[in-house]
């Protein structure tokens, strides 16, 4: 199971529009509903075109709970622009070697100006064209990148339970994520939080008796090779046993099934350090437009974890590593009953007390009264 707590804070207090900069408290704030909608003019009410003056807005997100300012900025720019005429057509180097240019296509832009103006603007005169002429063009909303580091703390703890049915061992890991927490500055998102692993496991004998060493006393001369044969693991797997699984079917070893369960934990534990490096990862590629958004990113980022130690963490590999981690160990135990038990070192079983059998009880026979004779 995993646990993630989902409770978050906002980190970003609703305020009221700040006034227009420029001091021209006239004009209405834009609302997001609004953004983007807003005509030339509106944007430049009460500045004659006079471009040094640009009001900055402070508006409030569409139910986000964050600020957003929209700053207006204009850019004066002038170019120039030869005269496409009836006269030259050409760029010659000199007066000589320019020709006159063909009339019988006048241009289309001159015609459009001079029938627009109503008449021919005279030299140097300024022609004004109209600021609603043009559409306004909106980029891509802008978001901002994320940075930041996931801690990782890990623990392994045996629990009293008894496994589940059938089984010698489980184990059990459980991740969540706490102290999360994130700041922005410079279009940057800085994000922190910690990955905990808890793992715990139980083991259960299933009515079998322990072997803890080649002296257990539950070892005698008369059953020391079964002893051997429970603790012996297959060299190849069958369709009850793993390659490196030891039988136990009436013996087993319980140090060496925790050392099994512990083998499988310390997986758990190290994956879960990678799968929180992924996550982290994850979350450089991500971008966010505020802290809301930032709040749920932490969620599938655990997913990430967990989704790294299930796939690590699959069968039948993660029983196949464990029993070949412990197969030296049940080689090694096994080994040792075998010499020992073969050099008759073990004591005899006890031999079985005789059964006394008790004489039946003889039958008491009553004595009849005497009697008296007849007359």
Not at 40 to 62: E, K, L, V, W
Not at 92 to 109: D, I
């Amino acid at each position: 199971m995993q646990t993630f707590a989902t409770t978050q804070r906002s980190l970003d207090r609703p305020a009221a529009p700040r006034a227009v900069a420029s001091g021209l408290s006239g004009n209405p704030p834009l609302h997001a509903g609004n953004a983007g909608k807003a005509s030339a003019a509106d944007a430049t009410a009460g500045f004659a075109h006079d471009f040094s003056r640009i009001p900055a807005i402070a508006t409030m997100g569409p139910g986000d709970g964050s600020r957003k300012h929209v700053v207006a900025h204009a850019y004066p720019f002038s170019a120039s622009v030869r005269l496409a005429g009836p006269a030259w057509q050409n760029d010659a180097s000199s007066v000589s070697e320019r020709k006159p240019a063909s009339r019988s296509a006048p241009s289309t832009m001159a015609t459009a100006v001079l029938t627009e103006s109503q008449h021919r603007p005279a030299e140097g005169e300024i022609v004004r064209y109209p600021d609603d002429g043009l559409a306004q063009i909106a980029l891509p909303q802008q978001r901002d990148t994320i940075a930041g580091t996931l801690d990782y703390i890990g623990s392994i703890t045996r629990q009293d339970p008894p496994p589940d049915a059938g089984d010698f061992g489980t184990t059990r890991p459980y991740f969540t994520m706490t102290d999360r927490a994130a700041t922005q500055a410079q279009g940057v998102f800085t994000v922190a939080g910690k990955v905990n692993a808890k793992v715990t496991f139980q083991v259960g004998s299933g009515g079998r008796a322990d072997i803890a060493s080649a002296t257990d006393p539950a070892i005698t001369q008369s059953n020391y090779p079964k002893v051997v044969s429970d603790l012996t693991p297959v060299t190849a797997a069958s369709s009850s046993l793993m390659k490196n699984q030891p039988p136990r079917t009436t013996f087993w070893a319980e140090d060496l099934t925790i050392r099994h369960e512990r083998f499988h934990a310390a997986e758990d534990v190290s994956f879960g350090q990678s799968g929180t490096a992924a996550a982290q990862t994850w979350l450089h590629a991500q971008t966010a437009r505020s802290y809301d958004e930032i709040g749920a990113l932490f969620a599938p980022a655990l997913q990430k974890v967990v989704a790294h130690v299930d796939a690590a963490m699959a069968p039948p590999g993660r029983e196949e590593r464990a029993y070949a981690d412990g197969a030296a160990d049940y080689r090694a135990r096994a080994q040792a009953i075998k010499s020992k038990g073969d050099a008759s070192a073990y004591v005899p079983a006890p031999p079985t007390p005789p059964q006394t059998v008790s004489p039946m009880p003889v039958p008491t026979v009553p004595t009849p009264a005497p009697q008296t004779p007849g007359k």
